[in-house]
Structure formats: C-alpha cells, structure tokens
Nanobody, 122 residues
C-alpha cells in the first residue's frame, strides 16, 4: 500500500517563499512519477508540477513556471516543491500524487496525499 504525506504548508506573504515536502512509503514508490496539484475553494483540482521517477524530466503549469521548482530525492522517498515569488492566487490546498506515468491530469494518478494548506496574504 502506498502512502503519501505532505508537509510544509502555512501562511506566507505575497512575494515570499515556501517549501513543501511529500514523503512516500510503500512498494515501488521510487519508481513512480510524482506530481503536485492544488485546489482552491470552489475550483477544480489543477496541475502544478510533476517529476519523472529519475528526476530527469519535469513539467510545470504555465502559472507557476519560473517561480516554482519541483525535485525529488529517491534515497529519502521525498518530493519537494520550492515556491518562490508567491502570489495571492497560489492560495490553495496542495496535494502530492504518484503513479507509474508522468502526467498532468489528476485522473492519471492513483495515489494521493491528504493535502497541505498554503495561504498567501497580500
């Protein structure tokens, strides 16, 4: 059974930085592609960033490219999201997800964490 646990959310001022982590446990997790998604109140869950199992390939939503950086450390079974120059519109619950294939849509990920709240004050 695969479990994903996010941490690092909180309150940050606009223009500031925040780092999220996602620790994975279970079989084959180091072979999974991993992704970050977010969901704001009243909105659908949307793609933020994803990283291949090796870390060699990364994908970003246009809204965060150049400000957010996704990475992973397979020795620690941990994925990260470094968020810089945050904006009020980045406020959302952030979820990590994992599955065999690198993808940008929520339906293509089988495993999900419980989410961590990020609130950006303007």
């Amino acid at each position: 059974q695969v479990q994903l646990v996010e941490s690092g959310g909180g309150l940050v001022q606009a223009g500031g930085s925040l780092s999220l982590s996602c620790v994975a446990s279970g079989r084959f997790v180091s072979n999974y592609a991993m992704g970050w998604f977010r969901q704001a109140p009243g909105k659908e869950r949307e793609f933020v960033a994803a990283v291949s199992w090796s870390g060699a390939r990364t994908l970003y939503a246009d809204s965060v490219r150049g400000r957010f950086t996704i990475s992973r450390d397979n020795a620690k079974n941990t994925m990260y999201l470094q968020m810089n120059a945050v904006k009020a519109e980045d406020t959302a619950v952030y979820y990590c997800a994992g599955d065999w294939t690198l993808a940008t849509t929520p339906g293509e990920y089988q495993y999900w964490g419980q989410g961590t709240q990020v609130t950006v004050s303007s």
